[in-house]
């Protein structure tokens, strides 16, 4: 899902946090990031939780169902 690849990057170097910390503070490896940033692999829906909780963000945003980021 390429919406999801860029909006999860701009949502990550918005808050300037690498992969790895981010991989870190909900619990995926950051070789996990970075195929969803680069659409090599799409989360289960347990980890876009994760993800949209982390950036305070609707998983409907990071889907691109949305612009609204809540």
Same mark, same amino acid.
């Given at each position: #899902?390429?919406? %999801? ?5 701009? *949502?990550? =170097?918005?808050?300037?946090?690498? #992969?790895?910390? *981010? ?10 990031? /970075?195929? @969803? ?6 989360? =289960?829906? /347990?980890? *876009?939780?994760?993800?949209?909780? %982390? %950036? &305070?963000? /609707? /998983? &409907? @945003?990071?889907?691109?169902? =949305? &612009?609204?980021?809540?």
């Amino acid at each position: #899902m390429e919406i %999801f690849a860029k909006r999860l990057k701009e *949502l990550r =170097t918005q808050e300037k946090i690498s #992969m790895k910390k *981010l991989a870190i503070k909900i619990e995926l490896t950051d070789a996990a990031i /970075s195929n @969803y940033e680069n659409n090599i692999n799409e989360p =289960t829906i /347990s980890n *876009l939780k994760k993800i949209a909780l %982390f %950036f &305070d963000v /609707s /998983s &409907d @945003y990071l889907i691109g169902l =949305t &612009d609204e980021l809540n």
